[in-house]
């Protein structure tokens, strides 16, 4: 993995984060917290979606939506284990 593609994986996860964190309202984690969130939940969109038949194409808006996904859904199941 190239420099290139590890700072692409940065803005992607803090673009990715950051607008999950817009989402689900009340989580928001600063800078590295969010480039975190989009990161992991590119990481479990990567078999969530494709589990139910979701398919998106290459480029960096492809990216940083199947990345909010998975940082939407990282965020509600971590709400729901803090409010259990």
């Given at each position: 993995m190239g420099l290139n593609s590890i700072i692409i994986m940065l803005i992607v996860g803090a673009?990715?984060?950051?607008?999950?964190?817009?989402i689900v309202k009340?989580?928001?984690f600063g800078l590295i917290g969010n480039i975190v969130v989009g990161i992991v939940g590119a990481f479990v969109a990567s078999f969530i979606l494709p589990a139910i038949?979701?398919?998106m194409g290459g480029g960096m808006i492809a990216s940083i939506l199947h990345a909010t996904i998975g940082a939407v859904i990282?965020?509600?199941?971590?709400r729901l284990v803090r409010a259990g």
């Open positions: 673009v990715a984060g950051w607008l999950a964190g817009q009340g989580y928001g038949g979701l398919g990282l965020l509600v199941l971590l």
